[in-house]
């Protein structure tokens, strides 16, 4: 059997709930996976053993937190198959095919603004717990829906509420300027935003890093069939110096970002520095 | 295991091509090969079929490429690809050749670039047959049209057959024709060595809250369980018009649907999207068949294959 492949049976599926929005949030926990070698900003391929032919594609879900408790996955319902996670149940075997992709940078040193959208809070849950500096940590995050649907409540509780803020998304333009002074407050203290949301969301991560000069990486969204870098459904342009052909950015890359190529997203990412992909 | 129930002879012009197991995996749904290594034993597998290689690097389609469908998928990858050099220098060297019959799918915009392709793959040791990808639903320029019609189906076989020396060459059909045996027919009589069958289905999906399609390409190639009793259909036909081997594709998920193509008439098939439902997929089809045979008491699958009886009722008044 691979390292990367296992059968865990569920322990735990936890519904997220207001009186007026149910059936949409859910934290999954499965049980412990014994990974030596997880970094936060990770994902793994989930499907539940009992899926047949008729159920195409494993879910990508960013792993949230594992520890000898378990290992936490924090999802929606938000087509079919979430639809079809959500019903499984404790004693049900899930293979989990993970760790994958690549991870979220730790400079212990460096104030480090964790920018959550909605279910992008799940991977800095994580980040949070293994940060060997977490005096250093802060966290924006951004939501559409009542704090309870989400795993928010643990994560302030755990870093603190002052490290904590939360927006209410619905009002975009207010939203969009607060991620922008968040994150210009960056850049005189050589700090690092690292994001994980919606599309929308990343884009303007992008932009107002590289606009105040701030290191920053954003976690991409895309539908995986295989998640290992076999089918070339997820892939996502590298920004390539014109004049050396390699990548823009000035940070380590995998191969496949030097190249003119479309580059798989499940392998070479899901976490990306902002200056080295084009949306 | 025990090797010879499970092991297939496709009798072929230059000799026979000896699979340990019926079990390939399809053309750009197990990358080069490489990337599944790490799930499971290569060299378990009847042989394995490379993502389609192009003379030069192809960079594939705009996203998104692929969306998933009710027992299936569509995709519209546009056929990405290092190229054949980057494929020689990159891939083929990390494959456990000596064990693994690993077969090379080859796509070009003309026969001429097909006959360069299979010249440049003729004399490669150790590929074990090349596979022309005269079907893709995916690219703007030849692909499928060189599949729907019969005279430059026959033309492309005929180019890549000249140029690729003794390397045994299968033609991979289309379903998205009128009539499956006459491109068939013309493959053969193009000196085609074997045809494996069937490409995806084109297809369609939207995003109805959207209101765009739900692929950039707007059409993809339709694969995946969904597919499996159009492909069998195809086998079957295909069997029945042709004197050369059929490989079958489409929908493989389990044991048996390996056993209900070698049914119909193939000689083996290939595992694709499935491999999607987990990389481990695959390696595990071979104990699974062995496990089924033992059930449905079938010795061997050699002389199982294409036992299909149909029963002889012609009319309802018959009956
Ligand atoms: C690396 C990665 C990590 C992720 N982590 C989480 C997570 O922690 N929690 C969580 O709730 N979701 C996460 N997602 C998104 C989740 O995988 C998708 O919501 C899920 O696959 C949708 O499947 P479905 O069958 O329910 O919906 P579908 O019926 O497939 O589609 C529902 C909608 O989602 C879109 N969609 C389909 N597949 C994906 C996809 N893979 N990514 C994004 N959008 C998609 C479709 O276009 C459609 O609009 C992650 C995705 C990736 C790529
Ligand atoms: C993502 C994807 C990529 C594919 N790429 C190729 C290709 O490069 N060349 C080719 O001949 N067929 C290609 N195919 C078609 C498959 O090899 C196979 O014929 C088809 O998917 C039907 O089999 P399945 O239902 O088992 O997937 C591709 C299919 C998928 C899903
Ligand atoms: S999901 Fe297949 S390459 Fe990324």
Redesign the pocket.
């Known amino acids: 059997m691979s390292d990367r492949i296992h059968t865990l049976k569920v322990l735990d599926m936890v519904p997220h709930e207001t009186a007026t929005i149910k059936n949409r949030f859910y934290e999954l926990r499965l049980e412990p996976p014994g990974w030596s070698n997880w970094s936060p900003g990770q ?1 793994a391929m989930l499907r539940p053993a009992a899926w047949g032919g008729e159920q195409t594609w494993s ?4 792993i949230c937190s594992v520890n000898d408790k378990g290992l936490v ?4 319902v ?6 079809r996670l959500a019903q499984v149940r404790p004693g049900d075997d899930m293979i989990v095919v993970g760790p994958l ?1 690549s991870k979220f940078a730790v400079y212990p040193d460096r104030p480090t603004l964790m920018l959550a959208g909605g ?1 992008g809070l ?1 991977p800095f849950v994580g980040y949070s717990e293994a940060h060997p500096n977490p005096g250093n940590l802060k966290l924006l995050f951004g939501h559409r829906l009542p704090l309870e649907c989400y795993l928010y409540p643990a994560c302030a509780c755990k870093l603190g509420e002052r490290t904590c803020r939360h927006e209410n998304m619905n009002d975009e333009e207010s939203f969009m300027a607060v991620l922008e002074e968040n994150i210009a407050a960056l850049a005189p203290v050589n700090g690092l935003a690292l994001a994980c949301g919606p599309g929308h969301f990343l884009r303007k991560v992008q932009e107002f890093s590289l606009k105040h000069g701030v290191d920053a990486q954003v ?1 991409l ?4 069939a295989c998640g290992i870098g076999a089918c070339l459904g997820c892939v996502v342009k590298p920004l390539l110096d014109e004049a050396t052909g390699k990548n823009r950015s000035s940070k380590p890359q995998p191969k496949s970002m030097h190249q003119d190529m479309p580059a798989p997203v499940c392998a070479c990412g ?1 976490v990306f520095w902002v200056d080295s992909f084009k949306f | 295991m025990d090797d010879n129930k499970m092991q297939m002879t496709i009798p072929l012009k230059s000799g026979d091509l000896v699979l340990k197991n019926p079990v390939l995996t399809a053309s750009g749904t197990f990358g080069y090969g490489v990337e599944f290594s790490r799930y499971g034993d290569l060299t378990g597998l009847g042989g394995i079929v490379t993502k389609g290689l192009s003379l030069k690097p192809m960079k594939g389609n705009p996203q998104p490429r692929i969306v ?1 469908t009710a027992a299936g998928m569509l995709n519209a990858i546009g056929l990405q690809n290092w190229g054949v050099e980057g494929f020689l220098e990159n891939y083929l060297p990390k494959l456990p050749l000596e064990q693994l019959p690993v077969i090379v799918n080859i796509y070009a915009h003309s026969p001429e670039d097909f006959s360069s392709l299979a010249a440049r793959l003729s004399n490669v040791p150790g590929i074990a047959a090349l596979e022309v990808n005269i079907s893709c639903p995916n690219v703007a320029c030849g692909g499928l049209l060189f599949g729907q019609d019969p005279k430059m189906a026959f033309e492309v076989t005929r180019a890549v057959k000249q140029a690729s020396g003794n390397l045994p060459v299968m033609v991979k059909l289309s379903p998205n024709v009128t009539s499956i045996t006459e491109i068939a027919l013309a493959c053969e009589e193009g000196g085609a060595d074997m045809l494996s069958c069937i490409n995806t289905l084109t297809g369609m999906a939207v ?1 109805l809250k959207g209101r765009r399609p739900a692929l950039a390409n707007v059409v993809g190639g339709l694969s995946g369980p969904a597919i499996k009793p159009v492909a069998l259909r195809c086998v079957w036909q295909v069997a029945n018009a042709v004197k050369i081997p059929v490989i079958g594709i489409g929908g493989v998920y389990c044991a048996d649907d390996i056993l209900e193509f070698l049914l119909v008439g193939a000689y083996a098939v290939q595992v694709g999207t499935a491999n999607f439902h987990r990389p481990n997929k695959a390696f595990e089809l071979p104990a699974e068949l062995e496990a089924r045979m033992k059930k449905l008491k079938i010795e061997n699958l050699q002389s199982f294959r294409g036992t299909l009886q149909i029963p002889d009722i012609k009319s309802w008044d018959e009956m």
């Open positions: 994902f879910k990508p879900i960013s996955f924090f999802f929606q938000s087509g079919h198959g979430t639809r992709g279910m799940a976690s969204e895309s539908r995986m899901p | 998933e995003d």
